[in-house]
């Protein structure tokens, strides 16, 4: 979602203000993190070490909501992004890039049929990530291999070689959940419920589960991504709790690793497209006390602020992006130094703030 110049200058100089009001709003709201109607019937997305091509054929989406033009964001303080170094760790960003793929736009008033997304958008996420120097991106609202691959190799062109990748998603047919690793990809067993009931139908969760391992500086780390259902009202159920369904089968998904190997160290991540109150995020960190319980890195900016996600339309700021991770993990997060990136550019990049977990 994009911001005209008085919303966006609010958006960067007041947004304790507007996030003050953001939970009152919500129950009335739905996110541009999914525009789309979601469909069921879930595709075989997940991809082994594949080689992503130069480019695919790709499928017109419906037309998406118009948004206004862009507009330079002044500069605002920030954490500095370190170096990496063989000492400090793993870095893992986790974002949701904003419609990376190719759909019916609105850019600078004008509409455009089947359009990518804009080069200065484009640009803006490459910058961005670069500065910050990951090891690993888990990305949220990828198109198709295509376009994965295009964030790949703009990001090598930058001097960030990320050679792996991992390529993933669920029913829906025009968001999907991307891995891009400095260090190979293996994939586990994929989960074995993807699908669930509501008032006699059959849903599969929309974006999948994305689950992929790595071993980085002679330890292993396993992520599983997820981008919920949208707040987006459809006709066939009611989106809450398609969102608290969708986090029941992640959870599953948790459990069953955990029963498998108790001391997994799992990275949970994506955008859930709820607030961390919410009975969805609660469905997917489990209960405090017992031995799977996931703990939520608490994400700040240098102002002390938690929101990852600005909405526009209602002036609405929430953090909908996680990180979590199994108690196995815990003791190697740094929490002083992972943070929210606040670069001036994540204004023109996306809608939301990207996450920067560091792991000793």
Known sequence: MRLGPFTRHLALRAPGI??????????????????????????????????????????????????????????SPRPPAAAASATEGLRFIAYNV??????????????LKSSPKPDSEKKAVIKLLVTNTPDLIGLCEIG????????????????????????????DPVRHLGLLSRF???????????EYQMKGQTFAINRGILDASVQANGQAYRLLGVHLKSKREIEEAD???????EARLLR????????????????????FNDTRPSKA????????????????????????????????????YSRFDFVAVTRALKPEVDFR????????????????????????
């Open 252 to 271: 599953r998904h948790v459990d069953a690793i955990l029963k498998t190997d108790a001391q997994a160290r799992l990275i949970v991540f994506g955008d």
């Open 184 to 194: 190979p990809i293996t994939l586990p067993a994929k989960p074995a419920v993807i």
């Open 281 to 316: 995020f609660k469905t997917v960190t489990g209960n405090y006390n017992d031995p799977g319980y996931l703990t939520a890195i608490p994400f700040k900016d240098s102002r002390g602020e938690a929101w990852t996600h600005y909405w526009e339309l209602h002036d609405i």
């Open 18 to 75: 507007a996030g003050a009001i953001c939970f009152a709003s919500l129950a009335l709201s739905a996110t541009s993190c999914g525009k789309k109607a979601e469909k069921t019937g879930t595709p075989e997305w997940d991809q082994a070490g594949v080689s992503l091509p130069a480019a695919v054929d790709v499928s017109k989406p419906p037309a998406a909501a118009a948004k206004p033009a862009r507009a330079t964001a002044p500069a």
């Open 239 to 245: 989106q809450e709790e398609m969102r608290i369904h």
């Open 144 to 171: 198709e291999t295509k376009d994965l691959a295009e964030i790949q190799q703009s990001l090598k062109a930058a001097g960030l070689d990320l050679p792996h990748s991992h390529y993933s998603g669920g029913s």
């Open 98 to 111: 904003e419609n990376w793929l190719t759909m019916d736009r609105f850019v600078n008033q004008k509409p």
């Open 337 to 360: 130094a992972s943070h929210i990136i606040e670069d001036p550019a994540w204004i023109d990049a996306s809608d939301h703030r990207p996450l920067l977990a560091i792991f000793k």
